[in-house]
């Protein structure tokens, strides 16, 4: 019995004091005096025996709830770098179940989901039980229980008012249990508010009514790629451990363009988001909105907001979105102003599959140039404005494939080998749980990338050729680290001087790669920038 007792008090300690962050899961985390523990105990001595377990029952259900919302936020944290968000986050946990699908297979995905469910009921019903059985102590022994309640209610106040504590953001006068609480419930209210605020801002737009031929008339015969890297963030040019490397790349591929006639400038965008949810980030910029969540992103494809695919399409450009990523049925194509959506099912690839890369970088620019830009006449067609995902640098980042000759790629068959010798080096097994291999497959993935975005550039560019690259985000915090920015780099890329003459009022560095000291941007602000800047 006293066995039992003393684990019923560590999980409603645990329920009560515990932090929602891996980072933060310290000892010093649970040396606290939870206030929450106190009330508690008061309200069982005051109440009879009948609203006492009706209590002790809510109260369980109630800690049971945190716990398993802890748990989620941990996750979140994880791979987000942000708690679960009640109100928007649903499409995130069946991207993360896609994710463990990728990793472990579609047996390791289905026991994530039971052991999950299975995870959440016992801990609601333990520690409801452990609620029950401590308050039945407390009725049991009250005498010692209210002379304890008294004299740790004085410790409390004295603790707080000396602010002790004994680990960082953890005071051991403790009511984090119910600050929680409180903010997941004000979170509902800030996110249904959300929805007039966010009424308000898409209502305003400068650019909404600008006839097609007073738009992007400075681009006017150019082909125009908007190229997201996926987790290309700032930790990939400043992080001491991604930095010579990735540096390097960029650096030989300044070079080589110099020699080809182009230039670059670079600056940096604050992403909507971080670690994931690649959507938002492609819509904030497309749009020139906030899209920091679901609710956003699905009132904005039900618009008719301008988006930058749009005004190319109003000013007699051929919009195409090239996303090798997306395995379904894809609405939201329309929305955003497409006339031709390429996707993992029409790019024709006859390869296997990299981990979450349906196919790689190389492939996926191959089959664009092929459909869209030497497959159709100059002369014969309307200038064109691509929207393009390139995803082999997606996590789990392993394996990477290599850059070939652009003449060998074909229908993709030619990359099985790749995967194949990976598999055979044990490379694409466990990739997420050794967070130094992690690491280093980060940083070779966006190498292979941006080498072979560049690579594109040289073998397929041209005078009429307007390359915009950006990272979507930065990449998970098993990466970067706890508390890194939201910044990703930006680069714009042309031969034609008088493209890059037009950005001179944005303040960029010259090269491919942002300094520290480059302008930021909040993502949003890009598309009237870029539209103010080449319209007349």
Sequence with gaps: AGVVTALAVLLVLWALVAPNELERLTPGAFVRLPLEALLGVALALALPARPRRVLAVVVGLGLGLLTIGKAVDMGFYAVLARPFDPMFDWASVGA???????????AGAIGAVVAAGVL?????????LAVLRLARLVVRHDVAARRAVAVLTVGWVALAAAGVRLAPDA??????????AYDRVLGIGTGLRDREVFAAELAVDAFADTPG?????????????????????????????????IGAVLD???????????????????SSTAGGNSWLAHATLLSGLWINNQQRYRRLVDSDRLTLNRAFRRADWRTVAVMPGITRAWPEGEFFGNDRVYDSRNLGYQGRQFAFGTMPDQYTLSAFERAE?????????????????????????????????WADVGDGSVFAAQVAAAEAAGQPAGGWRDATRVRAAYREAIEYSLETLLSY????GGDDL?????GDHQPAPIVTGAGASRDVPITIVARDRAVLARTAGWGWQDGLKPGPTAPVWPMNAFRDRFLAAFSR
């Design 252 to 270: 030989a591929g300044n070079r080589r363009l110099a020699a080809a006639g182009y230039a670059a400038r670079s600056g940096f965008l604050t």
């Design 120 to 128: 959440a009921g016992t801990v609601l019903v333990a520690v409801t």
């Design 171 to 180: 005071p051991v006068a403790a009511s984090s249990a119910a600050s929680l």
């Design 96 to 106: 993360g179940v896609e994710f463990i699908q990728t990793e472990y297979g579609r």
């Design 457 to 460: 550039v040289q073998t397929h």
């Design 213 to 245: 031929a007073d738009l992007l008339t400075g681009l006017r015969g150019k082909d125009v790629i908007v190229a997201f890297v996926e987790s290309y963030g700032r930790d990939a040019v400043e992080d001491p451990e991604f930095a010579p490397r």
């Design 373 to 405: 830009r030497a497959g159709r006449a100059a002369a014969d067609r309307k200038p064109l404005m691509a929207e393009i995902a390139l995803i082999s640098s997606h996590g789990p980042w392993t394996p990477v494939p290599r850059l070939i000759d």
């Design 466 to 470: 307007v390359l915009v690259f950006l």
